[in-house]
Every structure is written in C-alpha cells, then in structure tokens.
C-alpha cells in the first residue's frame, strides 16, 4: 500500500501571509503515459465533510479560489494557500488514488496566527 | 446540484452490524464511469476509505475491512447501502458517503467531489 505523509501536522499563519503544506507519498503517484499525477487536495472545516480543491495534484476543482494551488510531481506535492484569509481556518488532507487502497494523509491543521 | 445523504442508526452495540444507507437526489446513481463510495471518520482522527460500488453492483474494498463491508445499491431507490459485521469501538467514526469521480487512474478508484453530511456513529453496549 501506499503510504501518505503530510507536514506539518499544524500550522499558524497571519491573514494575507502564505501557507504551504507538504505531501509525500511512499511511491510515485505519477502516470506517464498521460503526464498526471493522481493526487487530490481536500478541505475540511470543522463539523462539515470534505471538500475537493485540487485534483491531479494541480487542477483548481471548479469554484475555488485561486489563492489555493497545488504542485509537485512524483512522491513530493505542496498545497499552497498564497493569501491566507479567515475562512481558509481548516484541516487540509491530501489522497493518493494512482492504486488501491485509496489513502488520505494524517491532515495539516491551518490557524489564524 | 447532486446531493447525499448518509441514514441509519447512531448506535450499534458490539458484535452487531453496523447499517448504512446513502440516498442521492438531485442525480441519478446510474451514470457512466462514476462509482459510489464510503469513507469514515474516527472522531478527532483522519480519513479512511472504506470502499467504492458501482450502479451494476461492482464493489471495491480496502483490504483491512473487506471481510465484514458489504455495499449494495438500490437502482430504483437511487441509494447505496454499506453494513459493517462484527463492530467494536474502533469503528465508532463519522460515516460518509460520497461520489468517486472519474478522474482516477482507473473508475472506482479516484477522488470525491459530492459528499454527504456524515452520520456520526457510535459501538458501544
């Protein structure tokens, strides 16, 4: 199986500042026959379910801001937040699904500094 | 706009099984490619893919519950069902339901773009 790492476990950053967050998968989660990588980016604030942001590690899911972006290629990706504001407070996951069983990472915690 | 909606008991004793239903509006569950799948939540804790199912009634298990999950779907109820056999406290989670896009490398197995709200459910006697 696939093992899924995120870092840091938490975070505080001040309004308007830059948050990254960092996944590490344990194989390479890329496809080369069609160049994607096949890591997801998820939200969760508190008391509601998950929600998309990021499919094949760099594509916004539609209605996003563009303050969230996505990158890396492999085993190495970033989520990064460029302007936090108040209501991007959350725990944020990354999940592989290049192959079964589908895994989510342990989830960042972002806080207003 | 597709909806789900996770129902079922809060409470299940130990030993017993744990029974849930999905019902989708606003959608039909029988659409090409995309799978239907579960995914839990242990309070305070991260997310674990239960499995996925197809309207055909195709099922793919994560290996560590695959000998007590059973998915069904009911096409003319546009639902899907989960049971749990044999649960202890470790499967008290918040239980949802969600549709597995048809981004993955292969269907069934890909990411998730409409969730349901959960359910929170409790193993205890």
């Known amino acids: 199986d696939i093992v899924v790492t995120q870092s840091p476990d938490s975070l505080a950053v001040s309004l308007g500042e830059r948050a990254t967050i960092n996944c590490k998968s344990s194989?390479?989660?890329?496809?080369?026959?069609?160049?994607?990588?096949?890591l997801a980016w998820y939200q969760q604030k508190p008391g509601q379910p998950p929600k998309v942001l990021i499919y094949w590690a760099s594509t916004r899911e539609s209605g996003v801001p563009d303050r969230f972006s996505g990158s890396g290629s492999g085993t190495d990706f970033t989520l990064t937040i460029s302007s936090l504001q108040a209501e991007d407070v959350a725990i944020y996951y990354c999940?592989?699904?290049?192959?079964?069983?589908?895994?989510f990472g342990g989830g960042t915690k972002v806080e207003i500094k | 706009q597709l909806q789900l909606q996770e129902s079922g008991p809060g409470l299940v004793k130990p030993s017993e099984t744990l029974s849930l239903t999905c019902s989708v509006s606003?959608?039909?569950?029988?659409?090409?490619?995309?799978?239907w799948g579960w995914i839990r939540q242990p309070p305070g804790k991260g997310l674990e893919w239960i499995g996925s199912i197809y309207y055909s009634g195709r099922t793919y298990y994560n290996p560590s519950l695959k000998s007590r999950v059973t998915f069904s779907v009911d096409t003319s109820k546009n639902q899907f069902s989960l049971k749990l056999d044999s649960v202890t406290a470790a499967d008290t989670a918040i239980y949802y339901c969600?549709?597995?896009?048809?981004?993955?490398?292969?269907?069934?197995?890909?990411?998730?773009?409409?969730w349901g709200p959960g359910i929170f459910v409790t193993v205890s006697s």
């Open positions: 999940q592989q699904y290049y192959s079964p069983p589908l895994v």
């Open positions: 606003g959608g039909s569950i029988i659409i090409s490619n995309y799978y």
């Open positions: 969600a549709r597995v896009t048809s981004r993955g490398y292969s269907y069934g197995y890909s990411d998730f773009d409409y």
């Open positions: 194989q390479s989660v890329f496809y080369s026959a069609n160049n994607r990588n096949y």
